[in-house]
């Protein structure tokens, strides 16, 4: 069976610091891989989506980037991290039309 | 552009009274629709999709919802509430000839109390 992994679970930074979250996937080959933002209050936001390795389409532009450097991990990064950069970020994988299926996410809070 | 507004923010209910959570959505194509659920500090968890077929469909934990193409509307029911049932939903579309990006609603906030 598929199993994805999003580490780390909480994370304290301070504003200007660099980020870096992963996802792995597991069980499976070529996936969908995405990365959701939530903010509160504001429902999920689709900050990146990856059909492929190499292949990253963003949808808010920001402060953020995304990586897919193989086929199963979904990176992403910042140079400097902002204040409002803080929020719950959700890593998902899914096929063609199949449902989405999400990490634990991971809880950034940018001091 | 696909776009969906869940009407609620919060909704509050007793123990074993019905409930129903309401998402609209806009969309020039067609479309599948979805409902997540998500407990404190975790992902989300499908409960429930439409993809074709009956427009009334079961989830787990008890809901399902129904699809009415005319309205545009996938709203989420259940006839009794647990106290368990206490998270946060969220509506989710997806276009057929798009079918990379699932795009969400503000999500709406259960709270059951005893």
């Known amino acids: 069976s598929q199993t994805i992994h999003q580490w780390p679970a909480t994370l304290v930074q301070p504003v200007g610091s660099p980020l870096s979250l992963e996802c792995t996937v597991e069980?499976?080959?070529?996936?969908?891989l995405y990365w959701y933002r939530q903010a509160a209050g504001r429902g999920l936001q689709l900050l990146f989506y990856?059909?492929?390795?190499?292949?990253i389409s963003s949808e808010v532009p920001q402060n953020l980037s995304a990586s897919r450097p193989q086929d199963r991990q979904f990176i992403l990064s910042s140079k400097k991290l902002l204040l409002s950069d803080s929020g719950f970020y959700l890593c998902a994988w899914s096929f063609y039309n199949s449902p989405l299926h999400f990490g634990n996410g991971t809880r950034l809070t940018v001091t | 552009a696909q776009s969906v507004t869940q009407l609620d923010s919060q909704v509050p209910v007793f123990e074993e009274a019905p409930v129903e959570l309401r998402c609209n959505y806009s969309?020039?194509?067609?479309?599948?629709l979805f409902w997540y659920v998500q407990y404190p500090n975790q992902g989300l968890q499908l409960l429930l999709k439409?993809?074709?077929?009956?427009?009334l469909v079961k989830g787990i934990n008890g809901f399902e919802a129904e699809f009415n193409k005319s309205q545009t509307s996938f709203h989420l029911r259940k006839p009794s509430v647990h106290i368990s049932d206490t998270a946060e939903y969220f509506c989710a579309v997806r276009a057929l000839n798009n079918t990379d990006k699932l795009i969400f609603g503000t999500g709406t906030r259960l709270q059951v109390f005893p």
């Open positions: 069980g499976t080959s070529n996936p969908n």
């Open positions: 969309s020039s194509v067609s479309v599948y």
């Open positions: 439409y993809l074709s077929g009956s427009t």
């Open positions: 990856s059909v492929g390795i190499g292949q």
